[in-house]
T-cell receptor
Framework: NAGVTQTPKFQVLKTGQSMTLQCAQD?????MSWYRQDPGMGLRLIHY???????DQGEVPNGYNVSRSTTEDFPLRLLSAAPSQTSVYFC???????????????FGPGTRLTVL | GENVEQHPSTLSVQEGDSAVIKCTYS??????FPWYKQELGKGPQLIID?????GEKKDQRIAVTLNKTAKHFSLHITETQPEDSAVYFC?????????????FGTGTRLTIIP
C-alpha cells in the first residue's frame, strides 16, 4: 500500500492564482481531512469528509474548497491564492467511526506552498 | 469548540534522561487523546493514544497519562535516544459523538543531546 499520497511536494504561486492540491489514499478509509501547519500554531483543520459525497468545514475553511467524489481522492482547491495561505498542507485519512480500524489518522508527506 | 494547550514549546534533554510533555484540554466531552511524532520533512505519525476510560498506557519507552478531572494528559519518554528528536503533537477528540475532528496542540520540539 502507498498509504496517503500528496502532490505536488512544493509549489510557488502568485497572489490571485488558483491551484489544486491532490490527495489520494489506498486504504479504503472513510474519513479524510486537510490540515495546514504554520510555525507556532500546530495543525489546524481546514476541511474534512466522512465519506464520498460528504464534506464539512473545519477550523480555518475560508479561501479553500473541497469535494469528495470517490473514496480514494480528496482534492483541496485554492480559488484565489493569498500570501496568508503560505503554509505546509497535510492530508490525512482514517477509518473514522469504524471501530474495527481504530481511530489512527494517517498523514501524507505534505505540500509546501508559497504564495508571493 | 475544543482548545488544546501544549507545553513546553521546546525541550532539550540529555540522552538517556526522561522527557515529559504536557497538554490540557477544555472540552469535557473529549474522550480520545493521541500523540503524534513529526520528523523533519515528514507528516505526523501516531506513536501512542489513550481513551478516557483508562488513566495510563505504556508502549516500551513511551507512556501517556490522563487526568480527566483536571483535563490534562502527558507524554513520558524514558531512556531518550537521538532518534527521539522530533516535534511532538498532542490532540483531543470526541469519539462516538458523530464528530471525529482532532484538535491539535501547538507542538513541542524535542532535542536529545548526545
Amino acid at each position: 500500500n502507498a498509504g496517503v499520497t500528496q502532490t505536488p511536494k512544493f509549489q510557488v504561486l502568485k497572489t490571485g492564482q488558483s491551484m489544486t492540491l491532490q490527495c489520494a489514499q489506498d486504504m479504503n478509509h472513510e474519513y479524510m481531512s486537510w490540515y495546514r501547519q504554520d510555525p507556532g500554531m500546530g495543525l489546524r483543520l481546514i476541511h474534512y469528509s466522512v465519506g464520498a459525497g460528504i464534506t464539512d468545514q473545519g477550523e480555518v475553511p475560508n479561501g479553500y474548497n473541497v469535494s469528495r467524489s470517490t473514496t480514494e481522492d480528496f482534492p483541496l482547491r485554492l480559488l484565489s491564492a493569498a500570501p496568508s495561505q503560505t503554509s505546509v498542507y497535510f492530508c490525512a485519512s482514517s477509518w473514522g467511526l469504524n471501530p474495527r480500524g481504530g481511530y489512527t489518522q494517517y498523514f501524507g508527506p505534505g505540500t509546501r506552498l508559497t504564495v508571493l | 469548540g475544543e482548545n488544546v494547550e501544549q507545553h513546553p514549546s521546546t525541550l532539550s534533554v540529555q540522552e538517556g534522561d526522561s522527557a515529559v510533555i504536557k497538554c490540557t484540554y477544555s472540552d469535557s466531552a473529549s474522550n480520545y487523546f493521541p500523540w503524534y511524532k513529526q520528523e523533519l520533512g515528514k507528516g505526523p505519525q501516531l506513536i501512542i493514544d489513550i481513551r478516557s476510560n483508562v488513566g495510563e498506557k505504556k508502549d516500551q519507552r513511551i507512556a501517556v497519562t490522563l487526568n480527566k478531572t483536571a483535563k490534562h494528559f502527558s507524554l513520558h519518554i524514558t531512556e531518550t535516544q537521538p532518534e527521539d528528536s522530533a516535534v511532538y503533537f498532542c490532540a483531543a477528540s470526541e469519539i462516538g459523538g458523530g464528530n471525529e475532528k482532532l484538535t491539535f496542540g501547538t507542538g513541542t520540539r524535542l532535542t536529545i543531546i548526545p
